[in-house]
């Protein structure tokens, strides 16, 4: 299973090597945390002389231990220790799907709403029903659109994608759909056929736009964002990834995303961009002004978009009048 190797425990586990339900409490003040009703994630190391059992877990090789503090980093690790908590202990016929889905096949999580809690995601045929912990929703499945991975059944590939362009926002399912193109886990051809072969009754159109904007080019989750975003400001024209040389043909630059016929690059600002490199953050920012000169040189207007940009209007409407005014000029 492609999900983080978080560490689950139920209360039978525990009870099964001789602890009692006082030794648990116990623990969940130190090494152990409450998942859900009756399970456990092994939260840390430690040196409790009574907690030799689940230390020996903390420190096997490859295990992830709980890091996040706050924050969209946490609501996506949470979110993944519960996943995790599933792994054979699935009800029956109830099989992972959506976000679920998502991560036991390793594409990232695109975003969060601002505090929401972490629920799994399950399909089942004949029952839909909330719990605190998991939304199951009542749909068909075909026998070719489950696979078990780790011993826990999940949706396909092709019906995970197709099931969150259907029942996520637009922003959120072409950012999946993306991250699945760029890995290589798909074709465009195998999702868009797999879609039109299982039509949906109902948010056909949602299906229909996501599939028409998806775009394997795209080299992370913001980018996938910001071109949904083109599309939802009538910003058409932009294309992923273009390059740029000067007169001599040198290279200059390949920029996330720029129009030509109106002349308007725009760049996203990761977090972490002037540290990857193993440069200073001084000499990266340098390099960087250059080379936006460069771009400026061409005639280019430069927008820089942040994370926070890509959930309000602002800098999409400074983009929309720079480029209305640019076509003007060249008219």
Known sequence: MLVCMFI????SDLHDVGWTSHQITTALGCCLRRVRTGIYAVAKRCSHPNHEFIKAFATAKHVHLPV????MRKQDEDLRILVRSYTGRMPPETVLSHRSAIIVHGLPVPYFDQGSHPFAEAIHPRNGVRHTPMLVRRRELAD???VV?????VTSMLRTLADVARDYPLAFSVAVLDAALRQGRVSERA???YCEAHRPR???KRVETTLTLMDGRRESVAESICAVRFHEYALPGFE?????FDEKGQFIARTDFANKKAKV????DGEGKYHLTGNSPRAEMEKERRREYKLRNLGYAVFRIRWQDLFTADVFLRIRESMNSRLADFR
């Open 240 to 244: 992923p990834q273009v390059e740029f």
């Open 8 to 11: 689950c425990l139920s209360t």
């Open 144 to 146: 070719d659109d489950i």
């Open 149 to 153: 991975l780790d011993g826990t059944p």
């Open 191 to 193: 999702i868009t056929e």
């Open 68 to 71: 996040e503090e706050s924050g």
């Open 202 to 204: 109902t948010l056909r």
């Open 265 to 268: 690059i725009v760049e996203f």
